[in-house]
């Protein structure tokens, strides 16, 4: 084990999920830095699902980051804007949209700046605020802020292919509480920016145990509890 120290204090990391086991509950939620025992159970279903991929779901998530990178290359082309600021107008826009109207929201919103129609000349199936937070990065050509993490961390995963950045979704979070054989739990729940940091510290360690880039393994649970979902 070794301590290191972060923005958001000292964080221990073992070297191996087997050296893990050997701690208490406790322990293992004072290094996730949570007040409750649940860090342990985090590390344990995010784990079942990596276990449980079937070998498509393996490939479709290695290379999910690296196709969402390909489209926003194309916009960028036919719209001649910078591939990250589509990346970060998607990510804007992707709060509760699926992935396919997604990308149709996003090159609707860049062909209407782009044109210099206003951003009431079309439709996007996401709240009126992400509409009005990619309008503004069109605007702007600023990033999307660290304080936003999840968007934050999908554009930079899309844009750059960021390994240093994981996408916590609501996905995540359900892979977090339940495993495959206990049934899905449906929430919405959001978690503090603390509590964000910690997720995506354990996701980090288990790309690394499972040898895999942190944004390919978050990417290959949310395609195997998407799938298992909707059966």
Known sequence: MKTIQTKYGAMHLYDSLEELDEFTHESCADWLHFNDPNGCYFIRNLQTWIDIATRQQMREGKAWYKEAQRFTRNLSKI?????YIVAAVTSALSPNNKWLRNKLDANSLIAAFMEGRSIDSFKVCTYNANKRKAWSIMTDGEEIAAKSPKTHAFAMNMGRLSEKHVTIDKWHIRACLCKPSEGIVDTTESVTSAQYRRIEAITARLAEENKLKA???????????????NR
């Open 79 to 83: 719209h001649k804007v910078d591939k």
């Open 215 to 229: 944004y390919q393994l978050q990417a290959v649970i949310w395609v195997a509890i998407k799938q298992n979902w």
